[in-house]
């Protein structure tokens, strides 16, 4: 697909109080920028989502423990292995970066979180990471964010970040996000890795609310494979380096800030799917006249994860019963055909469970050849809708994913 | 794979009162079988159970009715074409097939139940199926198994018979089941087309209850894709014709007779998986001690559907974090890792959280490499235990779904 997001030539607005870096430290490949580093000033407020997975991997644990007991000040994030089942070993293994790195930088071993994606169930080569620890911390800059969202990459195709500057009660304010993931991916509470840094001031409850509200509706609306990562961490971290205090907003102010905050979270999330493993198509689903949010969502991923809705997909092909027969099976109860509506972008395929009587095969191939897809569910049944963003099923799907290790 | 299931060098045994016939009607294809008919001698017990998809076909929901309204005599069974997603007209047309045949076989419509599968979303060429009826009902013969079970094939790469001949109280049995499906495959309480033809004289009651037993274990313990059909359907019919009375028998012999009806009920159903679209690997996925039957089929489902646990396998690479990753996501309530225990085979993959201390890879590889593998996960929660089956997702079930309609 086109790179219309996470779009190079876009500026990225360096944040107050934030310093980044990325080295090759060759944990599992060599010349590849692999393992990332994030400085945070004093004091910031920092909120984390973190995977629901009962595996949770060792650095998950550990971030989360270190978050809890201290004020952070550094994220370590390495790719190629992900210290996931691991044991005991593995935290060990987490703590021991962290109290590294923590020597160097002259905090606690509390104040840096570790994070790690890469292979699950292979011992992280901690040499390599402590060896490549002092170039890291010295290499320390404002501006590197596109080497640290490089750096954070595994079968990403390109790095993803979001970017904003705004004018808030006349303060500048900036807003700027990294992110990573392809594949593994049906966020659960929180996704893959992804760090959002600003530079407000904002009090560590209404960081958490806001971080929770926008991975709601950005991180927590998307799917590639219905995978759920034991590594999915997300990160948002507010320096109050712009001198802006939330705090002190008025509301109208505050629902402007929290609009550009969401933006960033979505066009992140949605650059994921974008660059899904193997994706040729972006698909919204959105799923309307429900009469709950949770049985909008069922249908919305039921048909999402189809996978043959999304090899249809794949092909091009307007085989629209395969998304009927995913509405169907959705579960959703006493759900009256009779009232269901299917839509592909405008174009109106099945009413009254059956075929729309204007359909016609040629129309429901125009909107198939098109790149961004829009399915759309009308449940008639209420007033509740969801959104969800999901990708194809290619062959190039299974080639990475039968590949990923070999 | 090979064919290793529906062994066509096996015997098939006649079932007294049951006759069979397929022709070629050009529905969608030429010079193919797509139209199969089966006639049951009168007063014959039939028991069925349809897919609880809400987006159900015509013909299944037209079998239904039929099938309570009278005493069933002939399964009219077309491929090419589900009749499913049309709407009313696709009721008229199901009804039309029915009388049109029962005009030919001298009773009454309601005697008998349609059954199609294949293309959703399109209407049936009625035409074509009712000039080839007078063809169809003149070829009924009682050996014609392999033409029936060849004329219900859709993307199945060769048909599925099971069957058995059994002696109970001294009077000699027969079970012959035939079956169709390949993909679009996750069982609710039925699956696909499925028939199961006896000639031992059963009450209702005791078809129903002897039917629904052996779905639960067999055609409802498979996944391909996890989708759901609008059309499944499977049905027993007992014919009596043997003289055998299963409810004059002693209650060991009723047993012997169970345990055969259920193998022919499971080896039709892995036959299904064995012929998985694309597939090239048999995989047995059992959850064992587990607090609940319930909580053992989430996680066996949630590996069985993995896309990356299928890719993995579909690549033979012992890549054991995925499996991992399944079972911690599959959302069982406070699951203590530290409890779970997963092998491949025989082989200790992970144990307390993290690898096996004696797994090698190359322990892996050597179970990874076999065609049919057995994944067990001990939950360390209780006594209850569940066993599903799949296949892995390969290339080739990409280029089957993506080409289908094309």
Redesign the interface.
């Known amino acids: 697909m086109s790179a219309d997001t996470g779009d190079l030539s876009k500026e990225t607005f360096d944040v107050g109080g934030v310093r980044l870096s990325a080295v090759e430290s060759g944990i599992r490949y060599n010349n590849r920028l692999d393992l990332v580093l994030v400085e945070l000033a004093e004091n910031s407020a920092i909120s984390g989502v973190f995977t629901?997975?009962?595996?949770?991997a060792a650095p998950v644990s550990v971030a989360k423990q270190h978050l809890e007991a201290s004020s952070s000040r550094y994220f370590l994030i390495n790719t190629g292995n992900?210290n996931?089942?691991?044991?005991?070993?593995?935290v060990l293994d987490a703590e021991r970066c962290c109290r590294e790195l923590s020597a160097l930088a002259g905090v606690n071993a509390t104040q840096v979180l570790p994070f790690s994606t890469g292979?699950?169930?292979e011992r992280l080569p901690v040499e390599k990471l402590v060896s490549a620890l002092p170039e890291l911390y010295e290499s320390l800059d404002s501006s590197a964010w596109l080497a640290a969202a490089t750096g954070i990459m595994t079968t990403d195709t390109r790095p993803k970040m979001a970017s904003k500057r705004i004018k808030i009660a006349g303060t500048s304010v900036s807003i700027t996000g990294i992110a990573k993931g392809s594949?593994?991916i049906?966020p659960?509470m929180a996704t893959m890795l992804a760090y959002v840094f600003t530079d407000i001031d904002l009090e560590q409850s209404v960081a958490n609310a806001l971080l929770h509200d926008a991975v709601e509706q950005s991180f927590n609306r998307i799917t590639v494979?219905?995978?759920?990562?034991?590594n999915d961490c997300c990160m948002l971290a507010a320096t109050s380096k712009s001198g802006l205090v939330y705090g002190a907003l008025t509301q109208s102010d505050r629902d402007q800030y929290m609009l550009e905050l969401n933006a960033v979270f979505s066009e992140l999330a949605t650059g994921l799917i974008r660059d899904a493993e193997g994706a040729t198509k972006f698909v919204t689903v959105t799923v309307c006249d429900g009469a709950t949010s949770e049985e909008c969502l069922q249908v919305a991923y039921t048909i999402a994860?189809?996978?043959?809705v999304k090899?249809?997909l794949?092909?091009s092909?307007p085989?629209?019963?395969?998304i009927?027969?995913?509405?169907?099976?959705a579960g959703?109860p006493d759900?009256d055909?009779g009232n269901v509506a299917i839509y592909l972008g405008d174009l109106l395929i099945?009413v009254?469970?059956?075929?729309a009587p204007a359909y016609r095969e040629e129309l429901g191939q125009l909107e198939m050849d098109k790149e961004d897809i829009v399915v759309t569910i009308k449940l008639g049944r209420g007033s509740a809708s969801e959104t969800v963003w999901t990708s194809d099923?290619?062959?190039d799907?299974?080639?990475i994913?039968?590949?990923?290790?070999?």
Not at 324 to 329: I, P
Not at 401 to 406: F, M
């Open positions: 629901k997975n009962a595996f949770c992900a996931a089942g691991t044991g005991e070993a593995g292979v699950i169930g594949g593994m049906k659960d494979d219905g995978d759920t990562s034991t994860e189809s996978p043959l090899t249809a794949f092909a092909d085989n629209w019963g395969r009927l027969a995913a509405v169907g099976r959703v759900l055909i099945a009254n469970g059956g075929i099923l290619s062959h799907y299974v080639r994913n039968a590949d990923y290790r070999t």
